[in-house]
Structures are given as C-alpha cells and as structure tokens.
C-alpha cells in the first residue's frame, strides 16, 4: 500500500515539475501582475468618477446619486460655476489649437528629415529625439524666462500657452510620421512622379493618403497628452482666464474641493476616450481599401 503511494506521490511531483519546466504554460505571474496593475490604476478612477455623482459634498461617503455638480447645483457645478467651465473650454481651446499647429508642422518636419541628408538634419532629428527626455518643467522655465525677458512677439497667456506647447509636443508628431514614412519607402512617390505627377502632387495624392492612420494617431496623441499638462500652461498663463482644467485640480485639491472637480476631471476623460474613438474610426476608414482589421489597440501602437 505504501509503495503505491510513493509512487502516486513521484508521478504527481513529475506532473508538477513538468508543468514548472513547460515553456508554453501560461503565464500566470505575469497576468496576475498585469491584472494588480490594472486594478491598482483602473481604481481610484473609477472611485472618483463615481464620486462625481454623490449627491453631497463629500468625496469619500456615498450620499446618493444626482448630477448636482454637473448641472444642476446653481453655484458650484461644472455648468454654473464659471471659474470650472472657463477651465475646461480654455482646456478644449488649448488642445485643439496645439494639433492644429503641431500636427502640420509635424509632418513638415518628418518630410524634411526622412528627405534632406546631413548633419544639419542629423542634428534636428537628434533634437526631436531629446525633447522626449528632456523634463517639462525645463523646458517651462525657459519659455517663461523667453517670453518675459526677451524682445519676442509672444504674450503670458494664451498665445505663449499655445507656443510652449506647440514647442513640446512637436516631436511627437515627427517621430510617428517619420515611422510611417519608413514603412512607406519612396517608390510609391517614384511612381507617381514617372507617371506625371509633380512633386507636391505626388506628396499630397499619394503620400499624404498613406500617412493618414499615422496623422490621425500623432492628432489623438497630442490632443490627450495637452488635455492634462500642467507645468507648460502653469508656467505661461497669464491670470484666471487661461487657467484649465489640471490647474484648477491642482489648486483647488488643496483647498476645500467637492465633487465638482471629479465631475470636470470624468468630462476631460470622456472626451479624450471620445477623440480616441473618433480617431480609431478615421484610421479604420482610411485602411478600409487594404483589408485589415484593426482594432483600437493597433491604432494606440501607432503612437
């Protein structure tokens, strides 16, 4: 009977070991250490958002459900209050304006680079490389220390706000078209120009087209990323009217905050996961013609 059981008891320590050594086993630790991560990220934002609509002032005790600091508390929702509503349009106002200058440029400067060789192009594309590296709140002392104390066209508020912004988001644009243009390669802009096609024809009816998934991830990139900044548009805001939104968090969390600020934080979160949304459609519709199917995780890796 014992030798029965040792011999139970080997096999099933071989089993163990075997399924230890098996490198095609599922991997348990690392999925348990990406769901820890998820939860310990996913939470606090869940708890926020739904603290949003408490019905009474308190962020930590559930006090029933209502959109008070939404709408309908006529001080001090996100719709009433003016110091909170002002936030989040400059916010909007900021983030578009950004894309709209950075973006363009963007694909300017990736065209440029992937075409001009050199060590002046070298040295730009270095440039691009290190403000990824370089901290924000560097580059926010100089801008402010640029335009203060120096002769420049450029104002403490919105103007310089848009500028310093524009200067640190810049690179993110360029590294993604500059990405996609590696993928592309240059015979499909050959072949048109072979056909006929003048360079800036051959640019934007065949090249502009095929950059577009790139253009459009490189857009939601920056419109997210520009939506929570905080020490750019700290450092050049000029008074209360170009506050936004992470700057009334900010000042306001350490006063006596109600749920009015997780309300204004969940509508900035709604309407980046909008702009993602919008963007991930566009990106499909443009590789609508080359049948693949993507999904919102291959847009999000082209940034």
Not at 141 to 146: A, I, S
């Amino acid at each position: 009977m014992s030798a029965v059981v040792d011999v139970e008891s080997a096999v099933a320590q071989s089993v163990s070991r075997g399924r230890r050594s098996n490198p095609w086993r599922p991997p348990y630790f690392l999925a348990a250490v990406t769901l820890g991560y998820l939860i310990w990220s996913l939470v606090p934002v869940l708890i926020a958002i739904i603290f949003s609509f408490n019905a009474g002032r308190s962020r930590s005790v559930w006090q029933g459900f209502s959109l008070r600091w939404y709408v309908t508390d006529p001080n001090l929702s996100v719709v009433n209050d003016p110091s909170l509503r002002n936030a989040v349009i400059h916010t909007v106002l900021l983030a578009f304006l950004t894309v709209i200058v950075a973006v363009p440029l963007g694909i300017g400067f990736a065209l440029g680079l992937d075409r001009w060789r050199g060590r002046i192009p070298q040295g730009a594309n270095l440039m691009m490389i290190l403000a990824f590296v370089i901290p924000e709140i560097v580059l926010g002392v100089g801008l402010l220390f640029l335009v203060t104390n120096l002769a420049t066209p450029f104002t403490l508020g919105t103007v310089g706000q848009v500028v310093g912004l524009v200067t640190f988001q810049l690179s993110y644009p360029v590294v993604i078209c500059r990405a996609r243009l590696l993928t592309i390669g240059p015979q499909y802009e050959q072949a048109a120009r072979d056909l006929g096609a003048s360079p800036l024809e051959a640019v934007r009816r065949v090249l502009l087209p095929m950059l577009a998934p790139a253009i459009f991830a490189s857009a939601v990139l920056v419109f997210a990323d520009v939506i929570d900044d905080f020490v750019i548009v700290r450092y050049l805001s000029s008074d209360a009217s170009t506050a936004t939104a992470a700057m009334r968090i900010y000042n306001t969390a350490r006063g006596a905050p109600t749920p009015a600020l997780n309300a204004m934080a969940t509508i900035m979160l709604l309407l980046s996961l909008l702009v993602l949304v919008l963007g991930w459609l566009a990106y499909r519709f443009f590789n609508r013609g080359s049948g693949e199917k993507t999904s919102i995780s291959d847009f999000a890796n082209q940034g």
